[in-house]
């Protein structure tokens, strides 16, 4: 009998519910889920073609050492071996793991447990670093939490959504479906697209904002020095609920119109009238993405953004608020469970004696880290040094999507020990292991992702697993216990759901935002049956929609939110030897380094190869012909790609898709000439704002 069986998305943050369907002879179809209230039955063409992604051409069957097929008991064996041995000889900071936003929130837990609470040290990070670090950070200043106070509901009931630095109708295409729904609905609404290219989200906005890169800065702290001035400023909600108004303001005000000009690159009757129309428009929401996080002064935008809404009082009501949208499909997941360097768990921190207390307590732990761990940068920067020892890599592909690519995969291949757990058997970094795991991929793996807009999902198995292959958590786990450590005695993900649930209500007053306890004593069938919930709904009271800081609480000790006085960067980087600004980012249908949407004739049809958008005045300067090849360069590395020649670019700009690797393109490893600069706060790195070269090639 054929079975349909709820599940989802397994790309974008959006996390769309998806029907998949067995047939008989095992063949897998799917469908939106119609109840599911992140799409509505709704599917964008990444989330439609998941059926065309899932056969077993170049998947990993079985576990490798050193290029040769080994058993699990070999390799686990070897694994726990060689990571006592660094420990032992060089200290727990000797290890890492860099994991990802594809791992469910269960492997993501046993992962961060292991090595926060056993091995010591915090060196776990993700490369959820790369996607929404910087709104982490800037949640925690602004907030005292790292919680986002919004849903999707919002986008809907705003009369004017700011998207900035997001190409919505590529990069999360469902929530830019809903937002178009609404607009043409109700076309009062307002849409102000704030990019320096003018992407496909532009073409449904009132205004494009054609901002210089990294003017957001200056941009959002002259509307906050504008709103100070005018009726849109909440007297009552500043003195109530808020603390360092006049620091903020005072540095925002500092800046004169002509510098604001400058900075942004806008005319002056655009960013009047943008500041007029949000000084207008109480129900305004301010979505953004990697245009805003992925920059040396990520965390400062993303305060610049929360300080305008802060000071309107705009936050946590219908239709109101700052929206960060994560790019991964369980970016947030990790975020609760503490998967990244500098946090713990549960939304704890790190940095206080009595969350680590808590946390090795209730772990039973023998010790627990007491600092941040290396961040993602950083984290490479020690491999190729020699600090780490011993380095596992699980669904993530570094040798691609890290900044200075090349010198990340020189670092790897130096390491005198690496792991990778992967799908696929020859991805770019899974070249160098020297012990490769075959895991679990969509629609084989069980367990939990967390959207952007706090809601938590299922991802249910559909197929048995093929071959040998086994769940990241499981491949964790025994690790763990052949190390010698209790505490991993773990047999389904339910189990360690419920673990994670009690974690996250463990001695919880009510003065931490994270708080799923009531899912804490969850057995099989309750966990089989688990609808979607946002947090911090209650369980029984399901699929009820979410809001934080209606009330006008944070986080903060004495549960005011902060202004934080934000000063624009100078990010001019261009020089005469690199005179364009390189922007990298997503398209509509390919999904990271394309291990699995380049498997889909259907998606590469889209756009087939590599490109780079000029601007025609810049391609005939150049010389370069309209679908002629050009070599791009930085001081760090070179591509070579199709020219796309393209009004939508700016000049002086050029945009290169991030997806390409070398198993499609034989030179297209755009992230290869991104240096790696990142910000000072989140550690975030700036992969859209680089000088290059560009030559006919
Ligand atoms: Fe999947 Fe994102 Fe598309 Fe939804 S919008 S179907 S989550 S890729």
Known sequence: MPTETKTTCPYCGVGCGVIARVDDEGVVSVKGDPDHPANFGRLCSKGSALAETIDLDGRLHHPEIAGERAGWDEALDLMAQRFSDAIAEHGPDSVAFYVSGQLLTEDYYVANKLMKGFVGSANIDTNSRLCMSSSVAGHRRAFGSDTVPGCYEDIELADLVILTGSNLAWCHPVLYQRLAAAKAARPGMKVVVIDPRRTMTADIADMHLAIRPDGDVALFNGLLAHLAKSTAIDENYLAAHTMGFAAAFATASSMTFTELMDRTGLGANEIRQFFALFERTEKVVT???????????????????????????????????????????????????????????????????????????????????????????????????????????????????????????????????????????????????????????????????????????????????????????????????????????????????????????????????????????????????????????????????????????????????????????????????????????????????????????????????????????????????????????????????????????????????????????????????????????????????????????
């Open 287 to 697: 979505c953004y993405s990697q245009g805003v996080n992925q920059s040396s002064s990520g965390t400062d935008k993303v305060n610049a953004i929360l300080n305008c809404h802060l000071a309107t009082g705009r936050i946590g009501r219908h239709g109101m608020g700052p929206f960060s949208l994560t790019g991964q499909p369980n970016a947030m997941g990790g975020r609760e469970v503490g998967g990244l360097a500098n946090m713990l768990a549960a939304h704890m921190a790190i940095e206080s004696a009595d969350d680590r207390d808590r946390v090795q307590r209730f772990w039973g732990s023998p010790t627990i880290a007491d600092r941040p761990g290396l961040k993602a940068v950083d984290l490479f920067e020690a491999v190729a040094d020699g600090r780490i020892k011993a380095l596992w890599i699980m669904a993530t592909n570094p040798v691609v999507s890290m900044p200075d690519a090349d010198a990340v995969e020189a670092a790897i291949r130096a390491c005198p020990f690496v792991v990778v757990s992967d799908v696929m058997k020859t991805t770019d970094t899974a070249r160098h292991a020297h012990v490769l795991l075959p895991s679990l991929g969509w629609g084989e793996k069980d367990g939990t992702v967390t959207n952007s807009e706090r809601r938590i999902s299922r991802q249910r198995s559909v197929l048995p697993a093929p071959s040998e292959a086994r769940a990241d958590w499981w491949q964790l786990a025994e690790v763990a216990r052949r190390m010698g450590f209790l505490g991993f005695e773990y047999t389904t993900p339910t189990e360690i759901f419920a673990e994670h649930a009690a974690l996250s209500a463990f001695e919880n007053d009510g003065s931490r935002d994270f708080d799923i306890g009531a899912y804490a004593g969850i057995g099989p069938a309750g966990y089989e049956a688990m609808m979607p919930f946002q947090w911090p709904a209650p369980a029984q009271e399901g699929r009820k929609t979410t809001r934080f800081f209606a009330n006008g609480h944070f986080y903060h000790p004495d549960r005011k939110a902060r202004f934080i006085a934000v000063t624009p960067a100078e990010t001019e980087r261009t020089s005469v030897d690199y005179p364009f600004t390189l922007n990298t980012g997503r398209i509509r249908d390919q999904w990271h380094t394309m291990t699995r949407t380049g498997k889909s004739a259907r998606l590469s049809a889209h756009i087939a190869e590599p490109f780079a958008e000029l601007h025609p005045r810049d391609a005939r300067e150049l010389g370069v012909g309209s679908a002629g090849l050009v070599e791009l360069e930085s001081p760090h590395g070179m591509a070579v790609v199709r020219a796309l020649v393209t009004e939508r670019q700016a000049r002086g700009n050029v945009f290169v898709p991030m997806h390409w690797n070398d198993q499609f393109a034989a030179k297209a490893r755009i992230d290869a000439l991104v240096p790696p600069l990142i910000d000072r706060v989140s550690g975030q790195p700036a992969s859209k704002n680089v000088a290059i070269a560009v030559r006919p090639f």
